[in-house]
């Protein structure tokens, strides 16, 4: 049984930072690969960043890249987001995920265990 559970979110002026954390129970036997989504206001839930197993590999969307960067300490089964130079525009509750998969493998969608998010506001 996988269970996710975000921290770390919270109120930012623009500009500044924020940094995610996911603890994932059940993460230990087989590889998962882990992302993070959001969802603003109004619109769907979209793709934010994903690591693959051991965290060698990473993706990001174009939205984000140069500023979110993701990472993971298999160790304490958690993953994290590391938000800097942040924008109204990344004000959404944001979603981390989980699915077994191969080990290099950085999926961008299809995952198979979600938290219950955690609210980013970031105001300008």
């Known amino acids: 049984q996988v269970q996710l559970v975000e921290s770390g979110g919270g109120l930012v002026q623009a500009g500044g930072s924020l940094r995610l954390s996911c603890a994932c129970s059940?993460?230990?036997?087989?590889?998962?690969?882990m992302g993070w989504f959001r969802q603003a206001p109004g619109k769907e839930r979209e793709f934010v960043a994903t690591?693959?197993?051991?965290?060698?590999?990473?993706s990001y969307a174009d939205s984000v890249k140069g500023r979110f960067a993701v990472s993971r300490d298999n160790a304490k089964n958690t993953m994290y987001l590391q938000m800097i130079s942040l924008k109204p525009e990344d004000t959404a509750v944001y979603y981390c995920?989980?699915?077994?998969?191969?080990?290099?493998?950085?999926?961008?969608?299809?995952?198979?265990?979600w938290g219950q998010g955690t609210q980013v506001t970031v105001s300008s």
């Open positions: 059940g993460c230990t036997v087989g590889s998962y690969a």
């Open positions: 995920a989980a699915v077994r998969t191969l080990p290099w493998v950085t999926p961008t969608g299809n995952y198979d265990y």
């Open positions: 690591i693959n197993w051991n965290g060698g590999s990473t």
